[in-house]
C-alpha cells in the first residue's frame, strides 16, 4: 500500500507564505521608488522647472525658496519613505522562506519606528522649521495617532516575535518526539 508523503506544515506554511510575498515584492519595490521619485520631483524639481519656464515669472531664487519650503513640508514623507523600505525588506525575507525566524519580526518594529518618525517630525520638527519665531508644541490629533500607531506596529512586533520563538520552541520539542 502507497502512503502519502508526510507533509511538515511548518515548511508548508513558510513556502505558502514565500510564494505570496515573492508576488507583493515588486509592488513594495514599486512603491519605493515611485515615492522617492515623486518627491524628488514635486518637492524639488518642480519649483526649477517652473522658473525656467515661467520666463522670468519666478527667479531661481524664488525656486530654490519654494523647493525648500516645499522639503520642509515633505519632511514626515521620509520616514514614510524608510518606512516602505522595510516592508519591502521584511517581504523579501518572507519570500526567502523565513517565516518562522525572529529577526523577519523584527521588520515589523522598524516599520513602526519609521512611523513614530514621521509623527515626531510633523508634530515637532516641522512647525519649529516653518515658523521658528511661533513655535508651539500643542501637536496636531493626526501626529498623535500616527505617534500611536508606530508604537502599536513595536509592540505587535514584540508579540510576534516571541510568539514565533515559542512556536520555534514547541516545533523542536515534537520533533524530539519523532
Known sequence: ?????????????????????????????????????FVGWEEIGEPFVSAASSGGYYTFAEARSHAAANLIAALPVFPMIWGLVEVSLFLRQLAQGMLWSPSCMSGIGRLGAA?????????????????????????????????????GLILLARLLTSLVKAANELRAESQSFV
Open 1 to 37: 500500500m502507497n502512503e502519502a508523503p508526510v507533509r511538515d506544515p511548518w515548511s508548508h506554511t513558510a513556502n505558502q507564505v514565500a510564494q505570496s510575498a515573492q508576488k507583493l515584492l515588486p509592488l513594495a519595490y514599486g512603491l519605493c521608488i515611485a515615492l522617492a521619485a
Open 115 to 151: 512611523i513614530i518618525v514621521a509623527g515626531l517630525i510633523a508634530a515637532i520638527v516641522q512647525p519649529w522649521l516653518m515658523k521658528p519665531d511661533a513655535f508651539d508644541l500643542g501637536p496636531r490629533s493626526s501626529d498623535v495617532a500616527i505617534v500611536g500607531l508606530g508604537i
